[in-house]
Structures are given as structure tokens and as C-alpha cells.
């Protein structure tokens, strides 16, 4: 485990007094017997802090779905009772486990369980009966903790928690929502308090389960173990309630989307409120309303790993200043946009249109109105959509507008306290969303949040990067360490987590070769071995470095042996690698220019290498150029990708490459020139690590190239990203070679061509460069360094994020935030920000910016009249 995770003993414990607290464990935490083990632990370490515990329980896993079950097969009888059968199996199992003698601890459940399946009720499944049944899982959970708990020594008692949660009646509920949905009363009756701790200091009780007030059994419904829970800590007013869940806690957007998510130490109510109900799936929204209301802290622990700090939600966290404290995105998102026919101004029009919505039993969620349109989203999770319901609701409006509906969709939400107050640092973010259809925005009434509504296709890619915008432009204020804890990866991530770059372990050899002046050095094993990793993917055909990324000539020399061909955009760059490989063959080398002018092109058709056109100009104009030649056509696949706007290089707004649907001029004027168009190509970016960007571009060529007959070859390019911040998870190479087999199984009849460059040489490369001067300028530390932006343009040109470190003090603690700045008369000379280097961080230090080995040397400039850097290369 990470040394980052806060020590539990110095965070902001819930003051133990002599009230209660409340423990809930879920499904998976009850259902073998280690985990019981440690409820009990758990249970026993609170009571050891003076106050009586209320441990609450969900079925054992399965459970209740198989109950749903039995419900779900009214109508077949013997399936119903066999479905019995298989829940009482599981459970004397279960108990055998558990070491129990099952009969005197569940025979009577048993028996209530074989009764209420053969029971006449069964056939049509009558609402009440199914609560009766649902209500047995936890029944039985309960019982079998409570017996377990007691073998152990654990002085427990077993208490029906139907007889202290009732069920809050309203005059219009359906049957449904009045036996299997129901709400719970917060406040105590007068009494309940003395009367609860009269039944023992060591409780065990049910989740999910209440009574109404003819003394019938209610079911919570969803999230319904935890709504228990947060009931009894309200009625108790505990000292606090704490979800023990599978989960470290809330993170800033979802761990499995965005690994470098970030536990959320500390959330206030409202927040909490807003982040469940917008897509984390950690809490179920209604448990928080309950605690909200008697101000019972409510604390999210993970039962795996209870040293882990969990998150704390409660009031005093509202006083921290504004930021967005997570990013959350929701699915199945349906919109309605009602488009006006004449009747707008209409008194009531909005009332009539909203009756229909209620006539369907559809909640509405998000609001856009203009003068001639109003679109409403539908949360899935709060109705029950599907076609039907859809046909029948626009049917019903057809007479007061035009209806359309627009899904599949997902709403992506940004949450935090003082959401208007944010937005100048969400140029970035904005920006993002930009560049796809947004079909709504909304900011809610209370300033807590920021949704935006796009096709669900594109959001759960968005998501990684607009987390990583929200944090380098201190919208999401990570350096709050009493509300941020340690990233996912930090905290669980450690068998997928990268080994250590090279360069940490030879910071003695790295040392004495930086210069005065900036200096790049390059790790030749790095780059062999990511050549390796390349040239395992059996289905590629064929791998060209783009040279554009590092022109070193080690490094082309080393990717030749290795069996890479190479990529060049320019002249320079083709007169360049002839010079640096000696032998290189013609037909090893593509040429790949964009908006070049024609003597390139002639000096690429004598060199003998393969010519690629992104535009019919090159064909019309200069066709003799082209005579007898093996051409490869340049496609746009439509849309972009990558890690910056600047290194998209597909869709309408990007210089390159044909539209996929204006080919008939290209082809034309090639067989006018008298060339064969035989490859087909495309680049749609750079930082790309969504394999499905790729197979999207495959598809897409081997369809058009089905179409012209005259092709062999299919060259997806490049694009594959890496990782640059120390917690990022490595490029799925895994993935990106399966998407490929998967391609080339399909359309076999095409060799296949790959033609990366970062992925190369990224890693291998790092800049050294000394301290100039640490200043402080009101209230902000600042390290300046020899290099700037002259000599590593990508921070200040696409916000780049490159790890920096200071090589003469490697073993010191991290220090104050510093921003790291360059000698360049431009306010965006900035390497980094906020990055902790050492205190002690003084001039002459040699600091090294790791990744830089691709687009670093060969993006320098010498603006200023400040010298190249020069470059090194380490052999072993
Ligand atoms: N093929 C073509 C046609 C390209 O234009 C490029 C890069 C590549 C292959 C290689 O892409 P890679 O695998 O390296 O992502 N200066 C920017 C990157 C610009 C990339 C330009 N084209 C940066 O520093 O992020």
C-alpha cells in the first residue's frame, strides 16, 4: 500500500461519545465467514470506544435476486418452489460454513419461506406477499450473523427492525410504492431512544426492511440497506453511521473510468447528495437525506481494508471553499425536445405538456427551455423508460408540439460547492465539450452542479481527460488535502501500476552529464524494448517509426535493425534519415507531407520512397510527379482524437486528409496521372488510448477500400498514448493489439500497417537542466530553470503535463507547491504547476522533466537567441 494514505488516527474522527454507532455491511460482506470475522472485529472495536453499536446487514449475496425470482415466475408453481428450495440450500450451506447448526437458528424461516412459496397469494403475486417474501433474506442474514457473532464470543442480540422503522404512509401511493417502496419516519417517537437501548449495547438488525401501520411488512426498496441504516441513525441520533462497502470510499469520478480518480476525504451533505444522485454508485441517494436531517455524520469504509481512511460526509465540511469535487457521468439518458407549433405563449401549455409526463409516470430530471423549444431529460434510474412508454408519451404530446427524442445519451456532471463562482477556470473543460454535440446544459438552482448532456458514445472517453483539465486548471483544488486523499491507482492500483522509469535508479550516472546548458538524454534500451513490445502484435503487417518524434540517429538506426520502416513528413526529414542509416532502402521509407510544395514531392518520387496525397491539388497540378507511381490516399475518418485540440488531426476543422466521401475527384485525377492508389491511410492523433478509436478507423478504410478494388494495404498511423504523470496507468497495449487481431481477422485480405512515434521514445527520453533562481513572488514559489519553453515547447503549447524532478535531491521530501518557469520572456513559459519540489530546491540543482523524449529536442526553438539543447544517449 501506498505511504500516501492518511494515517486514520490523524483524520477527523466523529467524536465517540456514549451514542451509538451504526455499522452497515452490504451483500458481499455477509456472506462468507472471514468477512463476519471482521465484522465482529469492527463491531467490537466501537463498543470498545464507550458507545453501543447497531450492526445492520443485507442478505447474503444472490439472495435477494433469487427471491425476485420466485416472484418473477408467478404462475409456475414448481418453480416457485424450487426457487425456495435453492435459497434454503444456499443458506444451510452457508451455515455449515459458519460452523451453525442450522435448524434451531433458521427452521422456522425455513419453514415461513416453503409457506409463503406454496402460498395461494404465490400464483398472482400479490405486492403484499412479495414483501413478505423479500423481507427474508435479511431475516435470515441477521439470524445466522447473530448465531455466528455469538459462537464467538461476541455478546449480540438479534432485534426485528420492523418493530422500530415505520413506514411513512401518503394519500395517493400505488400499492407498489406503499408495500415495496416506502420511506421511513425520521423522528423519533417520544421514548424510542431509551426503549432501543433496553434490548442490549450490541445489536444486530436488518436492512431494507420496515412495517406500516396496519403492522404489514414494507420493503425500502433500492438502496434500501443503506436508507436502514441511515433510519436508525437518525431515530438514534448516533454518533455516526458508517457503510462498510467494497469500495475505499467516494472518489472524483469513477476509479474504473479514471484510475487517477481521487478519494474524496471529505464531503458535506449537499455534495454527497448530488454525487450519489448524479452517478457514483458507492451510496444510494436516499441514504443521505435521513443523516442530513439529524446531522449524523455518515462515513463510507471499504470492509477489505478498514485502515483505509473512507470518506466522511457530514456538515463541517461545507465551509471549505468552492471547487469541483467530482466529475460523475450518468448513462441511458433520454431527451425530449418539443419543438412549439404555435402554441407557446399559451397560458398552460408547459402544465398540459408536464401532465403528460405524469400521465406516464416519467419523473423529469434536466429543464432547457427557449421560446420555441423546451428538452427535458429522462433518468433512467428514476423511471421506468423504454419504447412504449416513449411511443405512448409522444404520441400524447403530438398535438401540442413536435416531438423528438434523442438518446442513447449521457449526462456528465461536474459537482461542487459554488459552481458559478468556478467558471473561469473551466475554459478548458468548456472547450472539451465543444468539440461534441452537447445537446443540453444545466446548472442547478442551488450552484451545486453543472451537467452536460452529450451522445453516449463519446462520454465515457471525455471522461479521463476533463478529470485531468479540472485538475491543471485548480478547478478541482486536489492540494486540499483535508478534502482529497490519494488517487485510486495510489490506493489500490499497485499490480497495475508501472515499474519505476529508468532513470530513478541512475540518477549517479545522470548527474555529472548535465551541462550548464539544457541537455536531453535518451535511454536506447527503453526505446528497443518498446520496438519489442510493437513487434509482438503478430497481425501488424507492417511498423514505420514517424521520425517526427525523435530524429535522433541512434534512435533511427536502433528502429531499423529492429525492423521498423520510417515515416517522414518533410524533405528535410527524408534527406535526413538517408544520412543517418547508411543502406536504408527506398521502399522501407514513407513520405507523408501535408501541404508540401511540389519539389518535395519530386524529390521524394527520385529517392524511390512511397508517396502519400491528402488532396487531389498534388495529382491535378503536377500529375507527371505521379506517372507509374504506387500511391497511398490520405483519408479523414470524419473526427479527431488525441490529448491536446492542436494534435487532432481528423474531422472538418483539421487540414488533412480526404473526406471519406469526396474521393471520386482523387480517383480520377490519379488514373488521369497514371498512378495506382494501392495503401490506404489515416491519423486522426496524437495521446490516443482508446483502442476503439482505432478499430473505428480500420472499419471505416476497409470499407472505402472494398470500394476502389486497387488496395493492399491499410495504414491506421499512429497516435498511441503514454503515460506522463508518475499515477497514470501505462497505454493498454494489450487491448490496442486485440482491437487490431480483431480487424485484421475481419478484412484479412489487407496487410496492415501501423506508424507510431511517442509510444517509441517518450519514455525514453528525459531533459536535465539546472536551477537558475527560486523566488517568491506574492504568496507563489517559483523554481526557474535554464530550460524553458524554447527547449521543451509542449507545456506551454498544450498544456502538457511533464513530471519534474529535482535529480540532485532525489530522496527528499516533496515540498511547498512551486510553479517551474522558464528563462523566456512569454508569460507561458511555465514547465509546471504547483509541483512539489524539495524545500531545499536551491540554484545549480540539476532537475530533470521526465518524458520527454518524444517531441522535446525536436520542437526546441532558439527563440530568445537562446542555444538548442544538445542530446546524449545512454546505451545500456
Ligand atoms: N503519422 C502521422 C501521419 C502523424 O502526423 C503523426 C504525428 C504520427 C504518425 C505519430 O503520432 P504519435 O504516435 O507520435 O502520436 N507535437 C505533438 C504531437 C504531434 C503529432 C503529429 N503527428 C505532441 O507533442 O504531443
Given at each position: ?25 452490504g ?6 465467514r ?16 464507550g ?29 416457485q ?6 435459497i ?49 433474506g ?10 455466528y ?17 415505520r ?31 433496553q434490548?442490549?449495547d ?7 426492511i ?6 404489514r ?9 443503506d ?9 438514534l ?20 473510468q ?26 444510494h ?22 485502515d ?13 471553499p ?30 398540459d ?19 420555441s ?46 459552481m ?8 478548458d ?90 541537455r ?95 488532396s ?35 474531422g ?83 487491448g ?53 519553453m ?8 498544450y ?65 530568445n ?12
Amino acid at each position: 500500500m501506498s505511504a500516501s494514505v492518511t494515517d486514520p488516527a490523524t483524520r477527523p474522527t466523529p467524536a465517540p461519545t456514549a451514542s451509538w454507532s451504526v455499522l452497515k455491511f452490504g451483500g458481499t460482506s455477509v456472506s462468507k465467514r472471514s468477512r463476519w470475522d471482521n465484522i465482529g472485529k469492527l463491531a467490537a472495536a466501537r463498543r470498545a470506544e464507550g458507545g453501543p453499536v447497531l450492526v445492520v446487514v443485507s442478505a447474503v449475496s444472490g439472495i435477494t435476486n433469487a427471491l425476485q425470482a420466485i416472484i418473477d415466475s408467478a404462475g409456475d408453481a414448481a418453480k416457485q418452489v424450487e426457487g425456495a428450495e435453492a435459497i434454503v440450500r444456499r443458506h444451510v450451506e452457508f451455515a455449515g460454513e459458519l460452523g451453525l447448526d442450522v435448524e434451531p437458528v433458521l427452521g422456522a424461516r425455513f419453514a415461513e419461506l416453503r409457506a409463503l412459496a406454496a402460498d395461494p397469494r404465490a400464483a398472482t403475486a400479490e405486492i403484499p406477499w412479495q414483501a413478505e417474501l423479500l423481507s427474508l433474506g435479511e431475516l435470515m442474514s441477521s439470524a445466522l450473523g447473530a448465531a455466528y457473532l455469538r459462537s464467538q464470543g461476541h455478546p449480540i442480540s438479534w432485534v426485528d427492525a420492523r418493530e422500530h422503522l415505520r413506514a411513512i404512509e401518503l394519500p395517493h401511493q400505488s400499492a407498489w410504492s406503499r408495500h415495496l417502496s416506502v420511506n421511513c419516519h425520521t423522528t423519533p417517537e417520544p421514548g424510542f431512544a431509551e426503549r432501543f437501548a433496553q434490548q442490549g449495547d450490541l445489536l444486530i438488525t436488518q436492512g431494507f426492511i420496515a412495517r406500516d401501520s396496519a403492522g404489514r411488512t414494507a420493503i425500502l426498496g433500492r438502496g434500501g440497506s443503506d436508507t436502514s441504516a441511515a433510519y436508525f441513525g437518525a431515530l438514534l441520533k448516533a454518533a455516526r453511521v458508517e457503510i462498510w462497502t467494497d469500495v475505499p470510499g467516494m472518489f472524483s469520478a469513477n476509479p474504473r473510468q479514471v484510475p487517477q480518480a481521487r478519494l474524496l476525504s471529505r464531503l458535506d451533505y449537499e455534495e454527497a447528495q448530488e454525487i450519489a444522485t448524479t452517478g457514483a454508485k458507492v451510496l444510494h441517494p436516499r441514504c443521505i437525506g435521513p443523516c442530513r436531517e439529524r446531522r449524523v455524520p455518515l462515513w463510507v469504509r471499504d470492509t477489505e481494508r478498514p485502515d483505509f481512511p473512507g470518506t466522511l460526509i457530514d456538515a463541517v465540511a461545507a465551509d471549505a471553499p468552492p471547487g469541483v469535487k467530482a466529475i460523475s457521468s450518468r448513462r441511458g439518458i433520454v431527451l425530449v425536445s418539443m419543438e412549439s407549433i404555435g402554441m407557446w405563449q399559451q397560458v398552460g401549455f408547459l402544465a398540459d405538456v408536464f401532465e403528460r409526463f405524469r400521465a406516464h409516470g416519467l419523473s423529469v430530471d434536466l429543464i432547457g427551455s427557449a421560446e420555441s423549444n423546451v428538452t427535458v431529460s429522462l433518468d433512467p434510474s428514476e423511471n421506468l423508460v423504454n419504447s412504449n412508454v416513449l411511443d405512448a408519451l409522444c404520441a400524447d404530446l403530438e398535438p401540442f408540439c413536435r416531438v423528438k427524442v434523442i438518446a442513447p445519451c449521457a449526462a456528465i456532471t461536474l459537482v461542487g460547492r459554488g459552481m458559478r463562482s468556478l467558471l473561469h477556470k473551466l475554459s478548458d473543460v468548456l472547450a472539451e465539450f465543444g468539440r461534441e454535440r452537447v445537446h443540453l446544459i444545466s446548472q442547478s438552482s442551488n450552484d451545486l452542479n453543472l451537467t452536460f448532456v452529450v451522445d453516449e458514445a463519446v462520454a465515457e472517453g471525455m471522461l479521463p481527460k476533463l478529470h485531468g483539465m479540472l485538475i491543471a486548471s485548480t478547478a478541482m483544488p486536489v492540494d486540499e488535502t483535508a478534502v482529497f486523499g490519494p488517487s485510486w491507482l495510489e490506493l489500490c492500483g499497485n499490480e497495475a501500476k508501472r515499474s519505476a522509469p529508468w532513470w530513478r535508479a541512475r540518477a549517479d550516472e545522470l548527474l555529472p552529464r548535465a551541462g550548464d546548458a539544457p541537455r536531453y538524454v535518451y535511454h536506447l534500451p527503453t526505446v528497443r524494448q518498446r520496438a519489442r513490445d510493437l513487434a509482438a502484435i503478430a497481425c501488424v503487417d507492417r511498423r514505420y517509426y514517424a521520425i517526427k518524434a525523435n530524429p535522433h540517429p541512434a534512435i533511427l538506426r536502433l528502429l531499423v535493425e529492429e525492423g521498423f520502416g520510417l515515416e517522414c513528413v518533410s524533405i528535410g526529414e527524408l534527406e535526413h534519415v538517408f544520412a543517418a542509416v547508411p543502406g536504408l532502402e527506398p521502399a522501407r521509407v514513407l513520405f507523408t507531407p501535408s501541404f508540401a510544395p511540389r519539389a518535395e514531392y519530386a524529390r521524394a518520387r527520385a529517392l524511390g520512397v512511397r508517396m502519400t496525397v491528402d488532396s487531389a491539388y498534388p495529382l491535378i497540378h503536377w500529375p507527371e510527379i505521379f506517372r507509374g507511381t504506387a500511391l497511398v490516399l490520405r483519408i479523414d475518418p470524419g473526427f479527431g482524437s488525441g490529448h491536446h485540440e492542436k494534435v487532432r488531426t481528423g474531422g472538418k476543422g483539421a487540414k488533412f486528409g480526404l473526406p471519406a466521401s469526396g474521393l471520386a475527384p482523387v480517383l480520377d485525377a490519379a488514373r488521369a496521372a497514371g498512378a495506382r492508389i494501392t495503401g490506404l491511410h489515416a491519423h486522426i492523433g496524437s495521446g490516443v488510448f482508446d483502442a476503439g478509436h482505432w478499430r473505428t478507423v480500420y472499419a471505416q478504410l476497409a470499407s472505402i477500400a472494398d470500394g476502389i478494388g486497387s488496395i493492399d494495404s491499410i495504414d491506421v498511423g499512429g497516435g498511441l498514448g503514454v503515460p506522463y504523470e508518475p499515477d497514470a496507468p501505462d497505454f493498454d497495449l494489450a487491448g490496442y493489439a486485440a482491437a487490431l487481431a480483431e480487424l485484421k481477422q475481419a478484412y484479412p485480405q489487407y496487410a496492415l500497417w501501423i506508424e507510431p512515434g511517442r509510444f517509441l521514445v517518450a519514455e525514453a527520453g528525459v531533459l536535465l537542466t539546472r536551477v537558475t533562481q527560486v523566488v517568491e513572488k506574492s504568496g507563489v514559489r517559483r523554481v526557474g530553470l535554464a530550460a524553458g519553453m524554447n527547449a521543451l515547447m509542449r507545456p506551454a503549447l498544450y498544456g502538457a503535463y511533464h513530471e519534474i524532478v529535482n535529480l540532485s535531491r532525489l530522496d527528499a521530501a516533496p515540498g511547498a507547491p512551486a510553479d517551474v518557469v522558464g528563462p523566456i520572456c512569454e508569460s507561458s513559459d511555465v514547465l509546471g504547476r504547483r509541483r512539489r519540489l524539495p524545500n531545499a530546491t536551491a540554484e545549480d540543482d540539476v532537475v530533470l522533466i521526465a518524458t520527454a523524449g518524444a517531441y522535446g529536442a525536436v520542437m526546441a526553438n532558439t527563440y530568445n537567441l537562446r542555444p538548442l539543447p544538445s542530446e546524449d544517449v545512454l546505451d545500456d
